[in-house]
């Protein structure tokens, strides 16, 4: 026996289009009926209808009453129930520490999260270009470079540059295709 239950627009905007008062009133009846008192009642065919399709949500609100979830005073308290709550947790904690501690020792380490702070690029200098370039021995021209990147935003098409290393490194490349190209004379076919 519930001294309340939440009776739901869906309710009211089913039973309101029922045409005959009869089956209006029984299919009220047979809702409030089983929400309060947990009581099946006769009921007209019509009435019978909208009381199947609220019956699942009238049980699953008394399941979440039943379970202390839908508010109010179960079993003593909120701040009672929440305390039995967390020592029944703790008592499990307790008790899973040891298998826990063993099953810890056999896992892999966990993944870094997916959403892990990735370091915020930043255009290099002219010089960490240049010593950069130095160190490949690619003869790139690092000025060239800088200001061809810095006219476009940093951007490589619509995306911003998250490495400029890798971006001297495709200049690298062009340049020695360039240079491969050139070596070739299509006249001597």
């Known amino acids: 026996m519930r001294p309340q239950f939440t009776f739901y627009r869906s309710f009211w905007d089913a039973i309101r ?85 063993k099953e810890k020792e056999d896992e892999c380490p966990p993944p870094s999260p997916p959403h892990a702070a990735k370091p915020r690029f930043t255009p290099p200098s002219v010089e960490e270009v240049a010593a950069y370039c130095a160190e490949r021995g690619n003869g790139i021209d690092a000025q060239q470079f800088v200001d061809f990147y810095a006219s476009k935003g940093w951007k490589v098409g619509r995306e911003s540059m998250r490495d400029w290393k890798a971006a001297v490194r495709t200049w690298e490349k062009r340049e020695n295709g360039l240079k491969s190209a050139k070596r070739w004379d299509f006249n001597d076919f």
Not at 18 to 23: G, M, N, R, S
């Open 17 to 101: 289009r029922i045409k005959k008062d009869k089956d209006r009133l029984s299919a009220l009846e047979a809702i409030i009926a089983y929400a309060l008192d947990d009581e099946q009642i006769a009921m007209t065919d019509v009435a019978e209808g909208i009381f199947i399709l609220a019956k699942p949500t009238l049980d699953a609100s008394k399941r979440k009453a039943k379970n202390g979830e839908a508010g109010g005073k179960q079993n003593g308290s909120k701040p009672e129930a929440k305390a039995k709550q967390t020592a029944r947790e703790k008592e499990g904690e307790n008790e899973k520490e040891g298998e826990n501690e």
